[in-house]
């Protein structure tokens, strides 16, 4: 199986090179594609107007180019360009901090796998909590390959991912993995008010992201009880007529 392996964190970050050892040590194939620099909550933007420079970054096993440009790019690039054979699937992560719940519309990670899903791939995002310790993060790097391995060889819509959210729990005191539906609960976050002597008024966004307790059932509410959590996602539809109905819309 290639690889094609990318995240928001850029590349070098710990949690994409615990993949890329993770996919050699089952014999997988890796061209890893990643930013240049830090590139959290691009979502799924993407560069019309500048150069995208793809450097050479040094892997032990397989290729690596870190690109000046957001995580949409990378994957562009890294399918249509610098792979230098077909990419059987892309895997975004493993991203420091969750991306479950509203977090996945703000998400590079995420959008950088849904750019594969657009390019007719099989595709990850994957991500665990932002204390997660590097046994933790090797722990999941493992899980998402051999997820990846039965994950490929399913059928799947263009526009749906799969992304898989781990809690900062040990391996051994994890609980098994369970699909679940996006949180929807927000943000409680604010921003302060200051002044700059020279060019007036602006706002600084508030550490912390508080956010509104977790639906019941959804994935960041089995994140919090120390699940593994699963979610196919993707381009919203009324599934079916009843539902477009239900609208009232005329």
């Known amino acids: 199986m290639h690889i094609l392996l990318t995240n928001d964190d850029g590349a070098g970050a710990k949690g994409i090179m ?13 061209t890893m594609c990643a930013p240049r620099h830090q590139q959290s909550a ?26 000046a440009g957001a995580p949409a790019d990378c994957v562009r ?23 479950a719940g509203i977090a996945t519309h703000y998400s590079g990670t995420v959008g950088a796998a849904m750019e594969g899903a657009f390019h007719n791939l099989h595709a990850i995002a994957v991500s665990i909590h932002h204390k997660a310790t590097q046994e933790m993060i090797d722990h999941l790097a493992d899980y998402t390959i051999r997820v990846a391995e039965q994950y490929v060889q399913k ?3 263009r526009t749906t991912i ?3 959210n781990a809690p900062c729990v040990e391996p051994s005191q994890l609980k098994e993995p369970v699909y679940a539906p ?11 008010k200051r002044t700059s002597p020279r060019a007036g008024d602006y706002y600084w966004l508030e550490s912390g992201s ?41």
């Open 18 to 30: 615990a993949l890329v050892r993770a996919a050699v040590r089952r014999g997988h194939e890796v």
């Open 42 to 67: 691009a979502g799924h933007r993407f560069t019309l107007s500048e150069p995208l420079f793809a450097n050479d970054y040094p892997l032990e096993h397989g290729k690596g180019y870190a690109v």
């Open 77 to 99: 690039i890294g399918v249509q360009k610098v792979a230098e054979k077909p990419v059987d699937i892309v895997i975004s992560g493993i991203n420091e901090g969750y991306n």
């Open 155 to 157: 059928p799947h819509k």
């Open 162 to 164: 799969l992304n898989i």
């Open 182 to 192: 996006l949180d929807t609960a927000f943000y409680l976050d604010s921003y302060e």
């Open 210 to 250: 508080p956010i509104e307790p977790a639906d019941e059932g959804s994935d960041n509410w089995y994140l919090e009880r120390g699940h593994i959590t699963l979610t196919v996602m993707g381009n919203y539809t009324c599934d079916t007529r009843a539902e477009w109905e239900a609208l009232g819309i005329k």
